[in-house]
């Protein structure tokens, strides 16, 4: 299994990585089908060896073709295809991050800033990255650590965002924030987002923060409808440990820690929620020429003339 922190390859090394390729879809995403069908058949064609993970195997029934969880064929694969939206990558992401395999995507979402490529034109666009002409996007990942008495009682890692937010109540939570060991403030509110640059146009721009530059070595605390008008959106070090204690005036059962929108714990009495940087980052697959700006203008609506 490759480690992270990869160096870049060059184009021979790249066209000798790519033999074994994994193929990942939305679990239920039958819109995925058609396109599916024609990556395999493209990569197939090319000699490539293709494995499909179970939900892209249950959405194209291939018996010529190894299906099994992601978890498992990473071990081996030399690149990950995903074709869905953003909400797919973002899983196949937190996968691949430790095993150091790249990450293309297909974008059968809705804005699609991650997974930048259209089905229209497929050919068009693998075909030069598959012979190592693309662009490496190399993105960090945070991890959420939950710990009581003295010991870690969960962990998880995102790649957009860890969000601390009430649950199943109209009620604010209060809680206090430190950053490496420093208080920095106590706040009422529906919660907090801890954003990695990559999540930044995600819910952290819903909740009024600033869009970062995926380069940045940083995060952001964004407030969720904070009971203080002056409590604004912090930027802060990427290197930085992000602490998070919920006080007694919070109904503990009433709080929810949430990863990437996906992955749900729940805290205890006492318990500090750590969040930083994990030891190992997700590399991205751009096709040449791909332009950040240029993304943000076609996403957000920039380039639209007021009417």
Not at 199 to 225: E, K, M, Q, R
């Amino acid at each position: 299994m490759r480690r992270c922190g990869a160096i870049e390859p060059t184009v021979e090394h790249v066209q000798r990585q790519f033999p074994r390729i994994a193929l990942v879809a939305k679990p239920g995403g039958t819109n995925a089908t058609e396109t599916l069908g024609s990556v395999v058949d493209f990569l197939l064609a090319r000699g490539h060896g293709v494995r499909l993970d179970t939900a892209a195997g249950s959405v194209l029934p291939r018996p010529d073709l190894e299906v099994g969880p992601l978890e498992s064929l990473i071990r081996d694969a030399d690149l990950v295809i995903v074709v869905g939206g953003d909400g797919t990558l973002l899983h196949a992401a937190r996968t691949a991050a430790d095993a150091g395999v790249p990450l293309l995507g297909i974008n059968l979402g809705r804005l699609g800033f991650l997974t930048d490529i259209s089905p229209d034109g497929l050919a068009t666009a693998l075909d030069p990255i598959l012979r190592g002409e693309f662009v490496e996007d190399p993105r960090c990942v945070i991890r959420a650590e939950i710990e009581a008495g003295g010991a870690v009682q969960a962990s998880r890692t995102a790649f957009n965002d860890v969000v601390v937010h009430k649950w199943n109540t109209a009620r604010l939570i209060e809680f206090e924030t430190y950053i490496d060991g420093r208080f920095v403030n106590i706040q009422r509110s529906d919660g907090l987002i801890v954003s990695t640059p990559t999540g930044s146009t995600a819910y952290a721009l819903s909740g009024g923060g600033p869009i970062l530059h995926p380069a940045l070595d940083a995060l952001v605390l964004v407030p969720i409808c904070p009971h203080t008008l002056s409590n604004r959106p912090l930027v802060v070090s990427g290197e930085s440990r992000v602490e998070i204690v919920v006080n007694g005036h919070s109904d503990y059962e009433s709080v929810r820690v949430t990863c990437d929108g996906q992955e749900t714990l729940q805290i205890s009495a006492g318990a500090r929620i750590g969040i930083r940087k994990h030891a190992c980052g997700v590399r991205l697959i751009h096709p040449r020429g791909h332009d950040h700006f240029e993304l943000l203008r076609a996403k957000l609506g920039w380039s639209e003339t007021p009417k």
